[in-house]
């Protein structure tokens, strides 16, 4: 099952090995087991926005699909629709949700160009999924590192340790790699960020820098040499990038090639009690 929306599309594409897609009756299903801490890899994805009485609804469904999954305890809904709100605002922010309003990019690798600033010191490679121990924790520190204020280190570190843990294993089925930008001088990792190639369309993850490398061109030039490698290595002939809508690297894409061709709205509460809040 591929969605209309290319960034919902993407994003179950990058989802692990064993997730399960399940279609019903206006809304599909998305589950992966070996995450169940992954919001948005354990979700429910709607055909259409919400309407009014739809968080009710729609938290409903959810206790049904997911009842057997004790760990999941967040909640999650998308809809396959480019650019529709909905009434999201009214029906979920008041019961403790997070409105997600993420932008999607796209290029043909052709299409991507060297930012006039791009960093030619450092090294740009894939990681081995078999090897490069040390190189894969500093990834995961870096990612730490940059998480979201509020979100506890530990955890995160247990989270994104088994989100990438996910991706080895489709890089090991010849589905994209890992990149990594090193500081020519120590080969510590300044940046990185994957890409998920399915059927030929790649998808970018986790594009981070370390915070003593901001700033000096390393993040285009990571983007643009994945990209290249991404096409010649794992016949990528579509590249996809998404960002939160208020994003400061939406300008940095675009002057790599990129061009805006959707937004897409979702929602999220971490955590959710056994009672839900009234409306």
Not at 143 to 164: H, K, P, S, V
Not at 193 to 198: D, K, N, R, S
Not at 222 to 239: Q, S, Y
Request: hydrophobic share 40%; net charge negative.
């Amino acid at each position: 099952m591929r969605p209309a929306s290319l960034v919902r599309g993407t994003d179950i594409e990058t989802l692990p090995i064993d997730r399960v897609v399940t279609r019903r009756s206006g809304y599909t299903v998305v589950q992966s087991p070996s995450n169940p801490r992954h919001w948005w890899g354990n979700l429910l994805l709607f055909d259409d926005a919400p309407g009014e009485g739809d968080a009710k609804r729609w938290e409903a469904l959810f206790e049904r699909e997911f009842r057997h999954e004790p760990c999941i305890v967040h909640r999650t809904f998308a809809w396959d629709r480019d650019g529709v709100v909905g009434r999201a605002r009214e029906e979920f922010l008041p019961r403790g949700y997070g409105l997600d309003e993420s932008i999607g990019l796209a290029a043909a690798p052709a299409d991507v160009r060297p930012h006039p600033r791009a960093n030619a010191e450092v090294v740009v490679r894939a990681l081995d999924p078999d090897g490069d121990e040390r190189l894969w924790r500093e990834v995961i520190a870096v990612q730490a590192a940059a998480r979201d204020e509020g979100l506890d280190e530990d955890e995160y570190r247990e989270f994104a340790t088994a989100r990438l843990e996910t991706r080895r294993e489709l890089f090991r089925a010849g589905r994209g790699a890992w990149y990594v930008a090193l500081d020519p001088e120590n080969g510590a990792v300044a940046a990185s960020c994957g890409i998920v190639v399915t059927a030929g369309r790649g998808r970018y993850q986790a594009v981070d820098t370390a915070e003593r490398y901001r700033r000096r061109g390393i993040a285009s030039r990571l983007l643009v040499d994945a990209a290249g490698d991404a096409a010649r290595a794992h016949d990528a002939h579509r590249l996809v990038i998404v960002a939160d809508a208020d994003y400061h690297a939406l300008a940095l894409y675009e002057s790599l090639g990129f061009r805006r061709v959707e937004r897409a709205f979702g929602v999220c509460r971490p955590e959710m009690t056994s009672r839900s809040p009234e409306a």
